[in-house]
């Protein structure tokens, strides 16, 4: 009777992985894998967007009861580039359109190029403001210069984890039942182990799934918004007029550059090319003193002979 009870012990675990395993290649096969971005940090305001705009499927689904998506669950991008008058008031601008429609800015960034203030901004609004968010912020530049806009469907990847996450839950409920058997009746701290093992396994899937879901969840209620800040004033390329004093510094960094050109040759001079002449031509000098001693040491011995 023992012997019967761990095989069938074994049979329904052997199901339960199955199961699970099963769930897990259906929902890889029938969902490709989108290329999403990070998950952001939960702001207060989005968490409050979040609630506002929460699909029913989503509340039901963590619940446990799936309900189908009555909605596209559509995630919403945009890239716009704005040539500005002035950089800093348009980003205090962009702040105040974002506060207006509850959303909040990710990120900003100001730096110098040519000698002009730009900047970069990032900003999420909730989904449906979205149109409004883009009318208020292409208002606010001189000419839009970019506009780039893109949507991602994920309704079918979040109907396959509800149905992966119904399964799961399922499987869960069995193996719940089947622990609290072998509990009463084996009594085995091997076989409960085993179930134990198991019902961890399928929990993790199930949180992993749920964060997953959530995820989208935040993703498609609040719409990303990325700015580029372009200033108006350009630096002309040729320069209109005459500016004499642009001409004498112009002129006086010449000369400084040939005084310095001139003092460098100078020490090159004393410093290298002196010495290693002194050292070519000091044999040479050297050898001609000798011979000339020679020749007139010579002719001092002719004349006395």
């Known amino acids: 009777m023992h012997t019967k009870s761990r095989l069938s ?6 199901l339960a992985a199955l199961g699970l395993l ?3 290649c259906a929902y890889s096969a029938a ?11 939960e702001a207060p305001r989005e968490r409050a967007a979040v609630e506002a705009t929460m699909v029913p499927a989503a509340s039901e689904a963590a619940g446990g009861g799936l309900a189908p998506v009555g909605e596209p669950m559509i995630i919403r991008t945009a890239d716009l580039a704005l040539r500005v008058e002035d950089t800093e008031t348009a980003l205090n601008q962009i702040r105040d359109v974002a506060n207006s429609l509850e959303g909040y800015l990710v ?3 100001l730096y110098r190029a040519d000698d002009q203030l730009r900047g970069t901004v990032s900003l999420r609004v909730p989904a449906e403001s979205f149109d409004v968010a883009m009318d208020r912020l292409k208002a606010l530049a001189i000419k ?6 893109s949507s991602q469907d994920v309704t079918e990847e979040y109907t396959d984890l509800g149905a992966r996450l119904r399964n799961l839950e399922a499987t869960e409920k069995e ?12 009594r085995n701290a091997e076989d409960v182990l085993a179930v134990h093992r198991e019902l961890t396994n399928i929990r993790g899937e199930i949180e992993q799934i749920k964060g997953r879901m959530q995820y989208l969840e935040r993703l498609t209620a609040l719409a990303t918004i990325n700015l580029e800040l372009i200033p108006a004033a350009e630096q002309p390329i040729v320069e209109e007029g005459w500016q004499p004093l642009s001409t004498l510094r112009s002129a006086l960094r010449g000369l400084v550059n040939v005084g310095q050109f ?8 004393v410093v290298l090319v002196l010495p290693v002449l002194a050292v070519i031509i000091a044999p040479v000098v050297v050898l001609v003193l000798l011979v000339r001693r020679w020749r007139r040491a010579r ?5 006395a002979a």
């Not at 999403?36 to 940090?41: D, I, K, R, S």
């Open 175 to 186: 193996l719940l039942a089947l622990l609290t058997d072998v509990r009463e009746r084996m």
């Open 144 to 149: 839009v210069e970019r506009e780039n806009i």
């Open 22 to 24: 099963l769930a897990g």
């Open 107 to 109: 990120s900003t960034n």
């Open 9 to 14: 012990l074994a049979s329904a675990l052997g």
């Open 299 to 303: 002719r001092a011995a002719k004349g």
């Open 262 to 269: 001139l003092v460098d040759a100078a020490i090159y001079l």
């Open 31 to 41: 969902t490709p894998q989108a290329a999403l971005p990070a998950a952001p940090v």
